[in-house]
Each structure stands twice: as C-alpha cells, then as structure tokens.
C-alpha cells in the first residue's frame, strides 16, 4: 500500500484556513469600528477600476478601427501593386514587339541594300 501524500492535505487546510482569516479581515474592515470610511475607499476604488475598464474598451476599439484601415491600406496597396506590375508587363511586351519591328525592318532595309549592289 501506498502512503497517501499528507503535504496536499497540508496545502488546503491551510488554503482555506487563510481565506477564512481574509474573509473575517474584510469583514472587519467593512463593517468593524472604521467601515464606514473603509466602505467608501473601496467604493471609490471599485468606480476607479470601473473607468479604466471603460477606457481600456475605448482603446481597444480605437485598435480594431485602426486594424480595419491597415487592413484596407493593405488590400489597395496589394491591387496596386498588382495593377502596375501588369502595366510593367503590358509596357515590357510592347517594348519587345517595337524591337523586333524594328530589327525586322532594319534587317529587310540591310538585305535590300546588299542585294541592289
């Protein structure tokens, strides 16, 4: 037979016996001699956290509008690109067709020559 492990017993009586002692510390402090005063820090405190949870959805929000136009500079940016690499293309062919007119004609002008002599 195995021994069971007593150090996880350990663990939670003494996990719960300390949150026992802060459950009576925050009770005692919301409602003992100075509650009063200690309820209205904590209320402050809670309308403090409030607002920053508000402010932290403003910014996130403000980081989703700002996602969307990257997102949109990226897709014009790509059609773009896609545009002016067709028109490269589209001025390369043509390049290349005025070339080989040219040297067809220069060619047909040079054997024209060599045959008159």
């Known amino acids: 037979m195995k021994k069971k492990d007593s150090k996880s017993k350990v663990g939670r009586v003494v996990a719960v016996g300390a949150a026992a002692v802060a459950a009576g510390a925050a009770t005692y402090a919301l409602v003992g001699p100075h509650g009063k005063e200690n309820r ?43 545009n002016a690499k067709s028109a490269v293309k589209k001025t390369v062919s043509n390049a290349k067709n005025v070339a080989k007119k040219t040297a067809k004609s220069a060619v047909k002008k040079a054997v024209k020559k060599a045959t008159k002599k």
């Not at 969307?68 to 500079?73: D, P, Y």
């Open 40 to 82: 209205a820090k904590v209320k402050k405190a809670v309308i403090d956290m409030k607002n920053k949870v508000v402010s932290n959805k403003e910014v996130k929000m403000v980081a989703n509008e700002i996602k969307k136009a990257v997102t949109g500079a990226k897709k014009d940016v790509k059609s773009m690109a896609s």
